[in-house]
């Protein structure tokens, strides 16, 4: 069968298809004529690294990005270098996938704490940390803002702004910054700093903005063109600023978890042309 042209650049992330082992989304990518995998940690881990690498480069895949490190607001001592440590094992697992970038979810505020400015010194001071560990291993650290509702439990950089702010303390090849649309669609700065990002943009994701939120607000992504979300004009954003890595769709949805996984991909082949590809 000859490769969609249009699908050149298309990724699935592990995500959106959760019911699928690795092996079985490699299968469906390879299926679907998807050439890229954004893989997680903990499906991996239950094959091994090795495993993993090795489905992935038989099926002739790319690995857009590993999720996730980061997670290193923590307080306390013991959980400062626990933090530390997985993180180092996450930068040794991208290495050995050929990831394309590992992406950092901070982490919010530790358990009792309102202090938001020291949680953010501690994601820099961290970072200063694990960046030299992965310029060593040749992987690329990807910051990732999170909406401001994550702020709290998930993420103490909310704007792609104040990723940035971390991200060009480092040169661009070592920290770069990851671009979701649930995250960032709704910040007016959005496009300046799009633009400002420039080299900085190490992953780009995509999915939609539900409204009403679910109760667990963790699983308001849609599919594309089932929210708000004017997916044409973030993308030539990101391609005006130099991005031409893979565009990842990655859905948390309980709707589309409970969907054949099989169906989920035809679907999000169909969007992704109809609502991301189309101006």
Known sequence: MTPDARLARLSLN??????????????????AGIPAIGL?????AE??????????????????SLCRGGFLTAADDAGRVEALADNRRAIDEAAALDAACLVLVVGGLPPGSRDLAGARQRVADALAELAPYARERG????LEPLHPMYCADRAVLSTLGQALDLAETFPAEQVGVVVDTFHVWWDPDVWRQIARAGARIASFQVCDFLTPLPADVLLGRGMMGDGHIDFPPLRHAVEAAGYTGDIEV???NAEVWATDPDRVL???IARYVERVLTD
């Open 14 to 31: 592990q995500r959106t298809t959760q019911r699928w082992s690795v092996a079985e989304a490699v299968d469906g990518c390879v299926r």
């Open 40 to 44: 997680w940690r903990e499906p991996v």
């Open 47 to 64: 094959i091994g690294v090795p495993a993993a690498a090795r489905l992935v480069a038989n099926a002739g895949l790319r690995v857009s």
């Open 139 to 142: 992987v690329r650290l990807a």
């Open 250 to 252: 990655e859905i948390f």
């Open 266 to 268: 035809a679907t999000m």
